[in-house]
């Protein structure tokens, strides 16, 4: 799946889930040192657990963050069945 962000640097994130199970993760733009090191630190990790983590999560005077989106985006793919 690619998502879409709304109100970050990044522009999107690419998203694999295998079995509830977050198997690959990349974002587009925004701070590409942080964003490497996010998506390592979900991969292999429970889609629910991210969701807890990052969801809310906001950057500066921002009311999102790449964070939050990916947790925006996860919860997306959990209403999508996949």
Do not use: H, W
């Not at 040192?33 to 500066?60: E, P, Q, W, Y």
């Amino acid at each position: 799946m690619t998502y879409q962000t709304k109100g970050t640097c990044s522009t999107s994130i690419d998203i694999e889930v295998e079995e509830g199970k977050i198997k690959f993760v990349k974002f587009f733009g925004g701070c590409n040192g942080n964003l490497k090191g996010i998506a390592s630190l979900v991969t292999g990790m429970d889609i629910d657990d991210a969701i807890s983590k990052l969801k809310g999560i906001r950057c500066g005077f921002k009311t999102t963050s790449c964070p939050d989106q990916l947790a925006q985006a996860l919860e997306q793919l959990k209403t999508e069945g996949c």
